[in-house]
Structure formats: C-alpha cells, structure tokens
C-alpha cells in the first residue's frame, strides 16, 4: 500500500522560507502525481501544487506561484516543496497525497492539477507550518 510522510513544517517568520518534504513508498507503478495541500483554521482545504513522476510536469495554485517551488527526487522516493516569501495567511498543516491513475500522470497534472483533492487517493498526515507576522 502506498504510504507517504510528510515533513518540514515548522514555525517561520513572515517572508521566511521553509522545505516541506513528502517521503513516498509502496507505488506499484512508476506513474503517478504527487500533489500538495493545505488547510488553514477554519478554512477549506486548498490545493497548492503538484508534479508528474514521469516527465516532471508541474502544477501552482495562483496564490503560491513564483513563491513555491515543486520538486521530486526519484531516487529517494521523496517530493519536496520550497516555499519561499510566506505570509501569515500561509499558515496551515499541509499534506502531501497520492494520485495513482488511471490518467497518465503528466496528464493528470495538467488537467486536474490539485484543483479536485477528491482525486487523490493516498493522503499522508499533516505537518504544521506557522508563519508568524
């Protein structure tokens, strides 16, 4: 069963930077999509970004683009997420969640993205980040 952890979370003064990390193991196919959420208090849950485990295909929410960057480490199993510039509104636990098909990956991330968290079907526990102003 494919299992991921995320981590990297932590409290950041407002223009900081943090790393989130998202470890994934047992995919039985080497195509899937990783994507990112976040849920603030009180708030809906709200889809950040994503990337294609084949050909890197990425993905932004308008509202992280040009501060948040997506990455993937094949080798380690292991999706990062680099966000730069936070804001206190930015603070909420993300998750990291798993799409496994049937739509090939590169195309998920390109029609769905993280617009429909439903879609998703392996999610790992939060990890908080906190951006104090």
């Known amino acids: 069963e494919v299992q991921l952890q995320a981590s990297g979370g932590g409290l950041v003064q407002a223009g900081g930077s943090l790393r989130l990390s998202c470890a994934a193991s047992?995919?039985?196919?080497?195509?899937?999509?990783i994507g990112w959420f976040r849920q603030a208090p009180g708030k809906e849950r709200e889809g950040v970004s994503c990337?294609?485990?084949?050909?890197?295909?990425?993905y932004y929410a308008d509202s992280v683009k040009g501060r948040f960057t997506i990455s993937s480490d094949n080798a380690k199993n292991t999706v990062y997420l680099q966000m730069n510039s936070l804001k206190p509104e930015g603070t909420a636990v993300f998750y990291c969640?798993?799409?496994?098909?049937?739509?090939?990956?590169?195309?998920?991330?390109?029609?769905?993205?993280?617009?429909?968290?439903?879609?998703?079907?392996?999610w790992g526990q939060g990890t908080q980040v906190t951006v104090s102003s």
């Open positions: 990337i294609s485990s084949t050909d890197g295909s990425t």
């Open positions: 047992g995919f039985t196919d080497d195509d899937y999509a």
């Open positions: 969640a798993a799409y496994v098909g049937p739509i090939r990956s590169k195309v998920f991330v390109k029609t769905v993205g993280v617009s429909e968290s439903g879609e998703y079907d392996y």
